[in-house]
């Protein structure tokens, strides 16, 4: 009998097992899941590459109390893939611009690699650490693919013996046939031309990637190839892709979301 016997439950394999054993199993269990728990807390910690702090940003043409951004605290972590969605006028482009160090937090801070960007050269930052990808595309025109790339890995100051080959080597790894190369961007559709923006975002291999609305003008089919691209930089190549975006197919497809809400509606 199972009461006599102290025994008040059965095992996996149907073996009866006291209250004693019980106890003993679940604080096991306990404090493996607290191991756990540590370690992951410990691997995320290590993987975060920016991290944003309390940040709020008000414009210097606006009133005393009329923030942009206010109280965001948001962490990025290389080989994650992140959409940040809003309505419009929720701060996303505002954020980007903080993020990429061309405008500094109103309050607040924000963290790449363990240093502020406060206390960083921010051009040098821009120019290496992080790639943009502007809604936009930020492409000059009358100049080819390649050009566009080449102008890009010169302001960073790269110095490699052919960077036209290199060129033609991040085109192909956007899905751009090498004899896209010496077309003039102007030429190209408004797909190519995205996939060029990425490439010349890549071009001093930088370990984190911005982009804002970069499937914005894009139909269904580019816009998942052009995620395909992100997505493989995120999970094969270790790098932290954040994209701004109002497209449930980004969303879908991305590993974390942070959303954004108006100032006035939080307060
Ligand atoms: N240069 C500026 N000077 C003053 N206010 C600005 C400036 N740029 C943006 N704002 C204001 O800051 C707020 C956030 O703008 P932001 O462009 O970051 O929004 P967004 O979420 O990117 O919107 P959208 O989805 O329409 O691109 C808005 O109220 C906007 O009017
Ligand atoms: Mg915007």
């Known amino acids: 009998m199972a009461n006599k016997n102290n025994y008040v439950s ?11 054993e019980i106890k003993v199993k679940t604080k096991e269990d306990n404090e493996l899941k607290e191991k756990k728990e540590i370690k992951e807390k410990n691997t995320s910690a290590k993987n975060v590459i920016l991290s944003i702090k309390n940040a ?3 414009y210097s043409d606006a009133e005393e109390d009329d923030y942009a951004l206010k109280n965001v ?21 505002t954020l980007l611009s903080l993020i990429s160090g061309l405008e500094k937090c109103t309050e ?5 690699a363990g240093k502020s960007l406060k206390d960083m050269n921010l051009d040098k930052y821009r120019n290496s650490d992080i790639g943009i990808v502007f809604q936009s595309y930020n492409l000059l025109p009358f100049m080819t693919a390649s050009e566009n790339i080449i102008l890009s890995m010169d302001a960073n100051g790269l ?3 052919s960077k036209k080959e290199k060129a033609i080597e991040l085109m192909e790894k956007v899905g751009l046939k090498a004899s896209y190369a010496n077309r003039k961007v102007l030429r190209l559709s408004g797909g190519e031309q995205q996939r060029v ?14 982009a804002d609305e970069p499937t914005g003008n894009l139909d269904k089919q580019t816009e998942s190839e052009i995620l395909e691209i992100f997505k493989k930089l995120a ?19 991305v590993d974390k979301i942070y959303d954004l809400k108006k100032v006035k509606d939080v307060n």
């Open 108 to 112: 607040g801070e924000i963290i790449f």
């Open 56 to 58: 709020s940003y008000r």
């Open 159 to 161: 110095k490699i013996k």
């Open 73 to 93: 605290s948001f962490d990025f972590e290389c080989g994650k893939l992140y959409a940040i969605r809003g309505r419009s006028g929720t701060g996303k482009t």
């Open 197 to 210: 923006a990425i490439a010349r975002s890549l071009s001093y291999n930088p370990k984190m990637i911005i």
């Open 235 to 253: 999970h094969e190549e270790n790098k932290c892709v954040i994209i701004v975006t109002h497209s449930q197919n980004v969303c879908d497809t």
């Open 10 to 20: 059965k095992d996996k394999l149907g073996k009866n097992i006291s209250k004693k």
